[in-house]
């Protein structure tokens, strides 16, 4: 019981820090990782009881929560429903790993403002294909750039998760 109390501390502490932080107003985000409360805890029963399928269910859930919030937080994340081209934003230098949820048609580029004649493609898919979302790696050295959202069909997330 002491490990299952222990390991939740760490993360009433990120929860207690974003409700104090200017950003985390968004209700979302301070609901979503509340659900989260108990998670650590949880998975180390499932695994002491042998239930690893389960606690790695849990362990994605969780993971799942904190990329979202992070993401959120440093305004990495965007949704929408139609065509559209973000205002420029500085993507911090690192490696990303982008993921795109639709359950329609839709495109994203990435258009780097120093050099906006290397667009990359990050998505071009059919209705269906995104559905339990999409990924692909992306490389960036510091720079500001747009996102070009185009055959938008249905609703849409894009997440900028950094790896590195």
Known sequence: ???KAGATVPLLMVLGFLVGYPSA?????????????????DVVSQ??????QEALSLLNSLHSAVTTARAKLTGL??????????????????IYRVHFTTDGFGAVKVIP????????LLFNVFEGEA???VSTLYVTQSDKVLV???????????????LD
């Open 77 to 94: 994340i965007f949704k929408g429903r139609t065509d559209k081209l973000t205002d420029p934003f500085t993507l911090p230098e690192g």
């Open 1 to 3: 019981m002491l490990r």
């Open 47 to 52: 695994l002491q009881q042998g239930e690893v």
């Open 148 to 162: 070009q959202f185009s055959n938008i069909s249905a609703l849409y997330m894009l997440v900028f998760e950094k």
């Open 131 to 133: 559905t339990d979302g």
């Open 113 to 120: 403002l120093n050099s906006p004649d290397n667009r990359t």
């Open 25 to 41: 107003s968004d209700s979302h985000i301070t609901d979503l990782l509340l659900q989260h409360v108990n998670t650590i805890g």
